[in-house]
Each structure stands twice: as structure tokens, then as C-alpha cells.
């Protein structure tokens, strides 16, 4: 068994939030708010246990969208830029909240942009 600092226990409990309230979820800082913890340490987890299935219904899509145009524009974006937005988003899977994950909307909504913006 390894070492989780504790991640284990706050995913179960996201999970099982998400679970209870699967439409809506518990509301955005529920978690906080019932006293598990600060946030879950997983990007999908909190959503699904703040937000949930209408949350992650957003979230999914826009997430497919985001790689599948990072993919088309493989060859425009620049290494560091591509390298930030893959380590924000992997980083969001271990640690952070919505709040310290909101770097990575902003790569999203640039990869969204027409190519002939000339942003993207």
C-alpha cells in the first residue's frame, strides 16, 4: 500500500457526495462545508460531488473539445504553452480546487478559438 496523503479517503467521500446528490450534486464548497475536507484533490471528483451529473454533462464535453483541439492544432502550439496546459490539467487530478484549476479554462477557451484568430 502506498502513500496517499489522505487522497484516498477524500475521493471516496467526493464519490459518495456525488452519490447522494447526483443531479445538482451538494452545491458549489459543499464539501468544505460539510466538513470532508477542503476540496477532494480531484478535478472530475469535485465537480461530480459539487456539480454533479449536470456539472460533469459541462465539464465532459468541453474537456473532449479541448483535447480533441489541442490535437488539431498540434502543430501551431508552441511547447511551453502546450506543456502548461497538459500539467494543469494533470495536476488537477491530485491536488487543487475549481478555484486553483482555473488556469486551465482559460488554455480551454483559447483552444476553442478559430485558427483564423490568429490567438489560438
Same mark, same amino acid.
Given at each position: 500500500?502506498?502513500?496517499?496523503? *489522505?487522497?484516498?479517503?477524500?475521493? =471516496?467521500?467526493?464519490?459518495?457526495? *456525488? !452519490?447522494?446528490?447526483?443531479? !445538482?450534486? &451538494?452545491?458549489?464548497?459543499? $464539501?468544505?462545508? !460539510? /466538513?470532508? #475536507?477542503?476540496?477532494?484533490?480531484?478535478?472530475?471528483?469535485?465537480?461530480? /460531488?459539487?456539480?454533479? %451529473?449536470?456539472?460533469?454533462?459541462? %465539464? !465532459?464535453?468541453?474537456? @473532449?473539445?479541448? $483535447?480533441?483541439?489541442?490535437?488539431?492544432? =498540434? #502543430?501551431?502550439?508552441?511547447? +511551453?504553452? %502546450? &506543456? +502548461? &496546459?497538459? @500539467?494543469? @490539467?494533470?495536476?488537477?487530478?491530485?491536488?487543487?480546487?475549481?478555484?486553483?484549476?482555473?488556469?486551465? $479554462?482559460? @488554455?480551454? &477557451?483559447?483552444? %476553442?478559438?478559430?485558427?483564423?484568430?490568429?490567438?489560438?
Amino acid at each position: 500500500e502506498g502513500y496517499t496523503a *489522505g487522497r484516498s479517503d477524500r475521493y =471516496r467521500a467526493a464519490y459518495n457526495l *456525488g !452519490l447522494e446528490h447526483p443531479t !445538482l450534486g &451538494a452545491g458549489l464548497a459543499a $464539501f468544505p462545508g !460539510l /466538513s470532508l #475536507g477542503t476540496y477532494p484533490h480531484n478535478f472530475f471528483l469535485e465537480v461530480f /460531488s459539487e456539480g454533479g %451529473l449536470m456539472g460533469l454533462t459541462v %465539464l !465532459l464535453p468541453m474537456s @473532449f473539445l479541448f $483535447f480533441l483541439r489541442l490535437w488539431a492544432l =498540434r #502543430g501551431h502550439w508552441d511547447g +511551453a504553452t %502546450l &506543456a +502548461a &496546459a497538459v @500539467f494543469t @490539467f494533470g495536476a488537477m487530478q491530485f491536488s487543487g480546487d475549481l478555484y486553483d484549476s482555473r488556469g486551465l $479554462f482559460v @488554455f480551454m &477557451a483559447l483552444a %476553442l478559438l478559430p485558427k483564423e484568430s490568429g490567438l489560438a
